[in-house]
């Protein structure tokens, strides 16, 4: 792994590979749905999406003729705590995906018409996701545990702020988000440093330096249980259950990645074995602790028949309570940590995947060398550390959504 600065001040992180002559290059921004507010949430995804449609030198079509050209996919993606866009071709013509990506880049034209096909897209996005009852139910508690904070509500936006956004507001988010105060760039591939070097130099050596991100203030507090139950137009129930715990900076990240492993995560995890193989309660089980660089949380959900929701209830608190209660074997937690080793390395496989990690381990503040140690810090938890975080989660109050299915 190597560091540097281009003359304007972008960071760039550049991972060596000697396997294929492929690489992938991405132009990251901290600037993302984490700085969103009720007003203008959605302004994240609409500005990366409209940015790859097309440039000031270069229409749609021109765009993504020459993209083709080079045998390259262009994305644009827009997450919690991370925006951007990126390339992937053969080694020979990164000049040339660096040339595309620096044009999407300085020259965005934010085409009006577009700009309002993207915002139907989206609506129509945000009205499918009541279709599914896992997303209403996510959705639902997202709202009750984050209140009025940016991770309330979809990345993709709210509806009512949505078509509010006009052209002008984008163009002012652009400028925040992808000004060289913000700008990371983060390639992985065989190509070598010099070039690389000099390369993205030359294309993105225009942008020019701008606001600084500005990191929100979370106050995600509970004092108290939270339970809300609601009707829905479903065949079956779902149970959606959360409790509040470690951003990825938290000391307890690492332990909570192996508390979930262990719950959850995989076909042998302990509630996927007692609620559905043993008592046949739910037809999908699952846990999930999402990466968030701000306060996140634990989560079980489960979807299953309605006569079975009290039963299941109950279980789950059991289940929980023998957790936080007796230590894990030494056998179970050897078996756990080989299987998130060997999710990490095969997740790890493609230049894509690397040089997406690095780039999100340093946005997010954890740095980019941390993408290494993670799988050393996996092995050092031990389980007495597992049973004091378990305390600290499901001691704490809970946030939960029930959806029954309506008569």
């Known amino acids: 792994m190597e560091s540097f600065t281009l003359k304007n001040g972008i960071n760039v992180l550049f991972d060596k590979t000697n396997g294929s002559e492929i690489v992938s290059l991405r132009v990251l921004s901290p600037v993302s749905v984490i700085n969103e507010g009720l007003c203008n949430a959605g302004i994240t995804s609409l500005t990366s999406k409209l940015m790859v449609y097309s440039t000031k030198n270069r229409s749609s079509e021109i765009l993504a003729k020459d993209v083709g050209n080079i045998g390259a996919d262009l994305s644009s993606g827009t997450a919690y705590d991370m925006a951007g866009f990126s390339m992937s ?42 279709d599914s009852i896992g997303v209403t139910a996510s959705d639902e508690f997202a709202k009750l545990f984050y209140g009025d904070s ?20 984008l163009v002012k988010w652009y400028k925040y988000s992808y000004n060289a105060s913000n700008i990371l760039i983060s390639v992985s591939g065989n190509v070598s440093y010099n070039f690389i070097k000099e390369s993205l130099e030359k294309h993105f050596s225009a942008v020019a330096v701008g606001d ?25 129930a779902y149970i959606f259950i959360g409790f509040p715990c470690a951003s990825v900076n938290g000391k307890d990240f690492v332990t909570i990645k192996v508390i979930s492993t262990v719950l959850g995560s995989r076909m042998t995890s302990r509630l996927f074995v007692e609620l559905r193989e043993k008592l046949g309660l739910a037809y999908e ?29 109950k279980k789950i608190d059991e289940i929980l309570k ?19 080793k060997g999710i990490y390395l095969l997740d790890r496989q493609t230049v894509n995947k690397k040089s997406y990690y690095n780039g999100w381990r340093e946005i997010v503040g954890q740095g980019y060398k941390y993408d290494i140690e993670y799988s050393n810090d996996i092995e050092k938890v031990t389980t007495q550390d597992i049973l004091e975080v378990a305390n600290k989660i499901f001691r704490g109050k809970s946030v939960s959504v029930i959806i029954n299915p309506e008569e």
Do not use: M
């Open 322 to 340: 023998d957790f936080y209660s007796v230590k894990i074997s030494e056998q179970e937690l050897k078996d756990v940590k080989s299987y998130i």
């Open 89 to 130: 071709c053969l080694s020979e013509y990164f000049d040339k995906a660096a040339e595309l990506l620096s044009d999407i880049v300085l020259n965005p034209i934010f085409d009006e018409r577009e700009f309002k096909f993207e915002k139907e897209n989206a609506i129509a996005a945000l009205n499918s996701r009541k």
């Open 212 to 236: 600084k991100f500005k990191d929100p203030i979370f106050n995600i507090s509970h004092t108290e249980n939270i339970k809300k139950e609601i009707s829905g137009k479903f065949n079956q």
């Open 285 to 313: 089980v699952s846990a999930a602790y999402p990466s968030r660089k701000k306060d996140s949380y634990f989560a079980v959900y489960i979807g299953l028949d309605k006569k079975n929701i009290d039963l299941t209830l």
């Open 150 to 169: 940016s991770y309330s509500f979809p990345v993709i936006g709210r509806k009512e702020s949505i078509l509010k956004i006009s052209r002008e507001d």
